[in-house]
């Protein structure tokens, strides 16, 4: 676990996978080896063996710090664009660290991507029904002038939703660091 943590610190992840896959292997119910296995995983990119590894600390029943791992795991599932899992896992680790103000941040974000990404499923939907409407499949008459003026409209709006979000962050409390 030393070799791990302190290879995890120095920013080689390598050397910190092997140390903690070690570590898991002499005492596979040790959650704490298995957090650390699934942060040092995340650093590599390898999201999906990240999250199995965070369940697993999940799973041996004796965790102390549940709510970084619940937290930790929804930052994996975000990141394999599993908005669902994530926005589960966030929401076990507010249940258990209410005043987390990334874990609630994170929460909004994923909340709001799979909203947009519903509203687009709806859309595509709607727009693939000739039946209802059957203009579509005319070509679309909007000069390349009035395509910027929106594109810089949805810009906008985006900027104005980040900023908001930031502020709702800023006004909830402390923050405290994370791995990523």
Partial sequence: MKT???????????????AFQQATFDKPDNPIALHNLGTALYKKGRYKDAAAAFQRSLLTGNVS?????????????????????????????????????????????????????????????????????SAKNEPSNISKAETLQLLERLSKNETKRRQNLLKQQLNSGYRRDKDW
């Fill in 4 to 18: 791990g943590t302190e290879a995890y610190w120095n920013q080689d992840y390598d050397v910190a996978v092997e």
């Fill in 65 to 133: 710090n549940e709510a970084a791992v619940y937290y930790n795991l929804g930052n994996a599932q975000f990141q394999l664009h599993d908005l669902t899992a994530a926005i589960e896992s966030y929401k076990s680790s507010l249940r258990l660290d209410p005043q987390d103000a990334d874990a609630k941040h994170n929460l909004a974000l994923a909340l709001q991507l799979l909203q947009e990404q519903q509203d687009i499923a709806t859309h595509q939907k709607l727009n693939s029904n000739p039946k209802q409407n």
